[in-house]
């Protein structure tokens, strides 16, 4: 079946660390993930960044080396390229490594934040911040700084669920690329695409839960399927 893009008005990406792995950035489920190796309890939760913000910043400062020695592919390309031609094109991720902006994507709703901001929850401020050490670990108030991602047991932030919703809902093809949708909001969404009529294709390397919902399952890799895409606009 072939997808053809000028057909529809508003297109949503939403991705997953599947649409990262052939960069070289490790997926959650998959047998090279993070928390095999690391215990989250120590290193990704609020309690442990109150507990030992030092180290917490640390272990984020080797993770977004790790990310620096990885590249975007040519599907995050493929996307931002139609993003420049195309009225509108959105993306939702729930990735935190920004590749798809270092891909020159403009607009991307990260649902779980980015390992290139941090955030003063007294102050009130987020502060951009792109390189492998932090430029300050510090706020001016004196607090440590904390990673602007969403951590285990964190909520999610409201106004970004409301922000993917309303792309999701107003969208007439939505495209999931590379995630498991078992975790909420994510698990929600092709639903809140059909419910709305979009035409909902999923891409991933196999079969997912959510499978079963949407209108065409393209098996194979995202950089792959994404750039066989491109012949047929
Ligand atoms: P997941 O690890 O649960 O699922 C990844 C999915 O991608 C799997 O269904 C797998 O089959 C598929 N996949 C693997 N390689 C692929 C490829 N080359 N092309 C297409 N599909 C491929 O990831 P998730 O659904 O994103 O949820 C896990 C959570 O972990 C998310 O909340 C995310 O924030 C976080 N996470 C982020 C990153 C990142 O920023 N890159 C990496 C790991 C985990
Ligand atoms: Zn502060």
Redesign the pocket.
């Known amino acids: 079946m072939v997808i053809d893009i000028k057909n529809y008005k508003k297109i949503v990406f939403f991705t ?7 960069s070289g ?6 047998s090279g ?2 928390w095999h190796k690391y215990n989250y309890e120590e290193f990704a939760c609020q309690d442990a960044f109150d507990r030992h913000p030092q180290k917490v910043l640390d272990f984020h400062e080797l993770r977004r080396k790790s990310v620096l020695e990885c590249q975007p592919h040519n599907g995050h390309k493929f996307i931002s390229e139609l993003q420049k031609s195309h009225n509108y094109v959105t993306v939702v991720t ?4 920004g590749m798809h902006q270092r891909a020159g994507t403009e607009n991307v709703i990260e649902l ?1 934040g980015s390992l290139w901001r941090l955030r003063c929850d007294d102050c009130s401020i987020t502060i951009d911040d792109i390189g492998e050490s932090f430029t300050n670990k510090k706020c001016k108030c004196g607090n440590y700084l904390r990673p602007d991602i969403t951590w285990f047991g964190d909520m999610l932030n409201e106004k970004v669920i409301q922000q993917a919703s309303e792309a999701i809902r107003n969208c007439d093809l939505f495209i999931s ?7 909420w909001p ?1 698990a929600g969404f092709p639903q809140e695409a059909k419910s709305t009529g979009a035409y909902c294709v999923e ?4 079969r ?1 839960e959510l499978s079963g919902l949407f209108d065409e399952v393209i098996i194979g ?2 950089s792959e399927v994404l750039t066989d895409l491109s012949f047929r606009t």
Do not use: C, F, L, W
């Open positions: 997953g660390a599947g649409m990262s792995a052939e950035v490790p997926t959650y489920r998959g993930g993070i729930q990735n935190i490594d779980h690329i590379g995630t498991s949708g078992v975790v994510a891409i991933n390397t196999e997912t890799k995202a």
